[in-house]
């Protein structure tokens, strides 16, 4: 049995009895170079520059070419860290550790796959032949959930790296053979930039729903939570942005049909980044390291105001995840608002039944009444955008206004609540999580009424 995620750091990685004899509750990052991120680690406060308590596992694809994250694949759990040869991080690092907080109780795990200049129809989609153009690019979906991806891969569809270790099925059976039991708690998406400039950008909404469709039905989890970042205003040309002018249409589909899907799923929430900084000097596609950290604060007040409106969650066990039962895991179908708790996850074998096309849309989805523009953002909002428009999802009888702020990054980065979540009454998850729970209520609260263009 494997005990190297534990010798990590003997002492420090230790929790509670409690807290050990909780499912570990892993998310799965995913995306392409917003996830990835351009955060400086040098740079990050010392306490957060290496987190022992939570699980990291990491994977660039970039490392299949030998690139700057040749060397920073995981082999098994790690600290979460900024990782390549430059120290870079993402949305991960701040995210971790106010999941640690919200949830002491709980170990927290992140597998993270993310590669930049990516897109759903060409590397992200369940089942795809791998890219001619740009082969360490190919089967991301693959690469992610390993065997529990339903799909077939053969003929000109053969996986292009099949000796490759996938990262999802691998990390869930590490835990497994160290006994823990394990609850995917939520998948987050940064990506569509790549999108935003092309015509990819008007069926967004049918590849995104049918990635999300599929990711539930492989892990055996319908109701899986997703929180996505919708992407920023900095990408239009009269914000300096690096999209052609003319392509304006673009990139307002793409927006628009984020936040749509956040609006039709009741188990999608979508975060704002118009008032991120872009990357100094002038890299637009990118934010800056304070962003990032943002971002990762954004992503963990939705994530909790999703899971607040649940309720008391409902474990639908998996047992032997990827390894027959419909839909891709054993998950007893329609468990409602539940994170599934699988005991026995990334045991081998295929994920079921559940390949083929995914249905687009969310059994059982409702739109929440009303909707808000967002605080704060930069730029002009070109192509005719308001600045800071949107039309995020907010649970009937939110509006209204709210002072407060969520205050200064790690970093030092300050501004209004970016959540653009549902927020209901749920469970008491420990002091940290009441807190960013009202964070993101007051952040709905605040925002000002606002259609999305596009």
Known sequence: ??????????????????????????????????????????????????????????????????GPYAAATSADWGPLEPKGEARRYGPEITFGR?????????????????????????????????????????????????????????????LRYPDEPTRLDNALARLESEGHDVEIAALLWMQGENEAGWS???????????????????????????????????????NGGPIAAGKEANIDAV?????????????????????FTPRPPSDAWHFDSAAYQLLGQRFAEAYLALA?????????????????GAGGGGATAGSSGSTAAASSAGSTG?????????????????????????????????????????GSTVATGSAGSAAGSSGAAPGGASGSSGCSCRTAGGPDHGPMAAALALIALAGLRRRRGGRELG
């Open 200 to 238: 990819a950008a008007f069926s967004y909404g049918d590849t995104l729903r049918a990635f999300f469709a599929a990711v539930r039905a492989d892990l055996g989890v319908p109701e899986l939570p997703v929180v996505l970042g919708r992407i920023s205003d900095n990408l239009y040309p009269a």
């Open 350 to 390: 295929s994920a079921g039944a559940g390949g083929g096309d995914a249905t687009a849309g969310s059994t059982g989805s409702t739109a929440a009444t009303g909707s808000a523009g967002s605080v704060g953002s930069a730029g002009a909002g070109g192509g005719g955008a308001t600045a800071g428009s949107s």
């Open 308 to 324: 607040a409106e649940a309720g008391p969650s409902s474990t639908a066990s998996a047992s032997s995840a990827g390894s027959g």
């Open 98 to 158: 106010a999941m640690a907080e919200a949830y002491p109780e709980h170990r927290i795990a992140i597998v993270k796959v993310a590669q930049g200049g990516t897109n759903l129809v060409d590397h992200w989609g369940r089942g795809l032949a791998p890219d001619p153009e740009v082969l360490y690019k190919s089967q991301l979906y693959h690469a992610l959930l390993g065997k529990l991806d339903s799909a077939t891969y053969a003929g000109d569809r053969a």
């Open 255 to 275: 927006r628009a049909a984020q936040v749509t899907v956040a609006e039709e799923d009741r188990r999608v929430a979508w975060v704002d980044t118009d008032d």
């Open 1 to 66: 049995m494997k005990r190297s995620c534990i010798a990590l750091a003997a002492g420090v990685m230790s929790l509670s009895a409690s807290a050990l004899a909780q499912p570990v509750k892993v998310f799965v990052l995913a995306g392409q170079s917003n996830m990835v991120g351009f955060g400086v680690g040098a740079a990050l406060p010392a306490e957060i520059q290496s987190q022992p308590d939570i699980w990291y596992d990491h994977h660039n694809p970039d490392a299949r070419q030998g």
